[in-house]
Nanobody
Framework: QVQLVESGGGLVQAGGSLRLSCAAS????????MGWFRQAPGKEREFVATISWSGSTTNYADSVKGRFTISRDNTKSTVYLQMNEMKPEDTAVYYCAANAANFPTSSSGSYAYWGQGTQVTVSS
């Protein structure tokens, strides 16, 4: 079992930055790819970014490419999402997810564990 707890969400003005953290506990953080997803009101959950266990492979949604950066510190069992140049359309609940294995994919069905989410609101 893996427990995931997100933090770092909040209110930010357009053009600003936030850094989300996801702390994992449990015996199976090791060896897993991790991902960030988001869900805006009235919309389906969508992929944001993913990172392999080693950190050597990352992938991003086109909407955040060049603005967001995913990283991880395996010594702390933590994954991060640095969000810069934020836009009002980035407003959503952001979820951290642990992949069933080491597949840094955009497919939500490949993720076995999910956090409770953290609210991010970007004002215009």
């Amino acid at each position: 079992q893996v427990q995931l707890v997100e933090s770092g969400g909040g209110l930010v003005q357009a053009g600003g930055s936030l850094r989300l953290s996801c702390a994992a506990s449990g015996r199976t953080f090791s060896g897993r790819a991790m991902g960030w997803f988001r869900q805006a009101p009235g919309k389906e959950r969508e992929f944001v970014a993913t990172i392999s266990w080693s950190g050597s492979t990352t992938n991003y949604a086109d909407s955040v490419k060049g603005r967001f950066t995913i990283s991880r510190d395996n010594t702390k069992s933590t994954v991060y999402l640095q969000m810069n140049e934020m836009k009002p359309e980035d407003t959503a609940v952001y979820y951290c997810a642990a992949n069933a294995a080491n597949f840094p994919t955009s497919s939500s069905g490949s993720y076995a564990y999910w956090g409770q989410g953290t609210q991010v609101t970007v004002s215009s």
